[in-house]
């Protein structure tokens, strides 16, 4: 009796332990929900762990944990609890999901598949998780098995377009053309309105050589819905594919023309047409119709007047093209191709004032761009402004990356400082230019005839100008330049055989070249002849 008194004692004791633990189990636990919903991630992860201790089994406890220590970067250890937690109660469905999820983004997809398959089997009418092993047969490709579950998913949903798609993503990559085209002929069937599907089913005949048959599919989309957003883009691949371009161009028209296509395809559709394609006359009365029927459908949009005004500078309508540039400016004055057409149509109309006002006004919205630099320098220094036009230069040329177009920028600064003075900034700017090209003739000869004028370096002169004269042969201005860089030398009969061959060619009279000419043949001693230039050039003067 007194040992059976014992026993009741020690068996009361230790319910009274267990009790205490479960308790402290459950107030962490508790704890750690209610840090979980204040989003304290490090909290609820302390009274989780805290919950486990006194309760080293507690699944959900583990659950929680797991979802935290994700949060938290903590991954592995976020696998590893919830692997011990399914193991703990492996009829619980939302451990084993979670535990699947993982196994999935380790893409160990046949643990996730070991999981699924027997959850889908107890749970057939969850949707989303049969869903989710679909999607893992597709990225292990077992196909036979993911096309048995759309099969199964189809039976709990009736006929769903989803389905048929997964599915024919599936034929296609298995190679099964017949397949993929009653997959999608079913589609058509099952939505007789719905002109997507016979898209579908036209482009596939197209993309397996089965035009005839994708031309019977759009025929039936024009006769369903002729306003079909999609179908003229449709056609124009067709006929492209078929080498009828003309007809294609047609079905550009009209998708432009189509009031139920976005504008932002029609805009994707025109950049793909005309960047496949290298400038010809026929391309360019192509882009007039484009942009025209821009302008018809859209009179309040800058897209038709910048078309219109590529075609009429491709053409050298100057004036037009300036017009729509402006016309497209108002509706974004910010706009960079309609502000280089207008200062790109400015400079040949030699309306200096505009060339002006529209390159600095272009300035204010691109601030690095060389072009506008450019033409600000030009304008001013056609003012007569050189000391503006050597600022707009050089803050341009900053902003250069290739070397051709800064040899452009430092061969005018080379002009512009020679003119107020500033030779030897003038002389290295020539110098930067002849290293990115040794070729540039029209430098050699400035940068020759300023040395000779100074008299200094008329060797570097002369071997300057005589590259420019073998660059250019029949150029009487580099032969001028030739001819006097010798006279300066000393070298008066060379310099004479140059200067008559400038003569020659000099289509206008020039009083400067007669009164080089005449310098010369004085020191030939030709000097009735010299006499006869000497007063040529006078009378130009006079003139």
């Known amino acids: 009796m007194k040992r059976f008194f014992i026993i009741i004692l020690l068996m009361i004791s230790i319910a009274g332990f267990s009790q205490v633990d479960v308790r402290k189990n459950a107030l962490e636990f508790s704890k750690g929900i209610e840090c979980k919903y204040k989003e304290d991630g490090q909290g609820a992860i302390k009274h989780f762990e805290d919950a486990l201790k006194y309760m080293p089994n507690d699944a959900a406890s583990m659950f929680e944990l797991s979802e935290q220590y994700v949060k938290m970067g903590r991954v592995d250890d976020a696998f590893t609890v919830i692997k011990k937690a399914a193991e703990i109660d492996p009829d619980n469905k939302w451990y084993q999901m979670r535990l699947a999820r993982f196994y999935r983004n380790y893409e160990q997809f046949d643990d996730f598949i070991k999981i699924y398959e027997p ?140 009031k139920n296509l976005d504008f932002n395809t ?61 016309k497209a400016l108002q509706f974004e004055p910010s706009n960079y191709a309609a502000l280089q057409y207008l200062v790109l149509s400015d400079a040949p109309l030699r309306e200096n004032d505009s060339l002006m006002k529209h390159s600095l006004q272009a300035l204010k919205f691109y601030p690095t761009q060389p072009v506008f630099y450019w033409f600000a320098g030009i304008s001013f220094a056609l003012d007569k402004q050189d000391e503006q036009a050597i600022s707009y230069f050089e803050k341009g040329r900053k902003f250069v990356t290739e070397k051709q177009l800064l040899a452009e920028f430092d061969s005018y600064l080379g002009d512009l400082y020679h003119s107020v003075g500033e030779t030897e900034k003038a002389f290295l700017a020539y110098d930067r230019v002849l290293s990115y090209n040794p070729d540039d003739a029209l430098v050699l000869n400035n940068y020759a005839y300023y040395l000779s004028l100074r008299k200094e370096s008329l060797d570097k002169a002369k071997e ?63 000097v009735e002849k010299a006499k006869e230039y000497r007063n040529k050039a006078k009378a130009l003067e006079n003139e």
């Not at 993929?180 to 007789?192: A, C, R, T």
């Not at 005839?212 to 056609?235: G, H, R």
């Not at 394609?277 to 949009?301: C, H, V, W």
């Not at 100008?465 to 009969?493: C, I, M, R, S």
């Open 119 to 258: 959850l889908t089997a107890k749970y057939p009418n969850d949707l989303d998780m049969l869903s989710e092993l679909i999607d893992v047969y597709l990225f292990s490709k077992q196909y036979d098995k993911a096309l048995q579950k759309l099969d199964l998913l189809e039976k709990q949903t009736g006929s769903n377009p989803i389905v048929s798609e997964q599915r024919i993503e599936i034929f296609k990559r298995q190679g099964k053309t017949k397949n993929v085209i009653e997959e999608l002929q079913k589609l058509v069937d099952d939505n007789p309105e719905d002109t997507r599907y016979y898209n579908m089913l036209a482009k596939y005949y197209m993309d397996n050589g089965k035009e005839k048959e994708a031309a019977k599919v759009y025929e039936q989309i024009k006769t369903i819905d002729p306003n079909d957003p999609y179908i003229n883009i449709s056609l124009l691949e067709y006929y492209e594919k078929k080498g009828d371009l003309d007809k294609a161009f047609d079905e550009l028209i009209a998708a432009i023309n189509n």
């Open 266 to 326: 029609k805009a994707n559709i025109y950049e793909y047409w005309f960047n496949k394609f290298q400038s010809t006359e026929k391309i360019d009365q192509q882009a007039l119709r484009a942009g025209q029927a821009f302008l018809d459908n859209y009179p309040d949009n800058k897209m038709g007047y910048l078309v219109l005004a590529s075609y009429h500078i491709n053409h050298e309508d100057y004036r037009a093209c300036r017009d729509m540039s402006l």
């Open 464 to 526: 300057m100008a005589l590259h420019a004269v073998e660059l250019d042969p029949n150029n009487a201005v580099y032969l001028d330049t030739y001819a006097w860089v010798l006279y300066q030398k000393g070298e008066y009969e060379a310099a004479e055989a140059q200067m008559e061959k400038s003569i020659k060619l000099l289509k206008t009279p020039d009083k400067t070249y007669y009164h080089h000419y005449a310098d010369i043949l004085e020191k030939v001693n030709k």
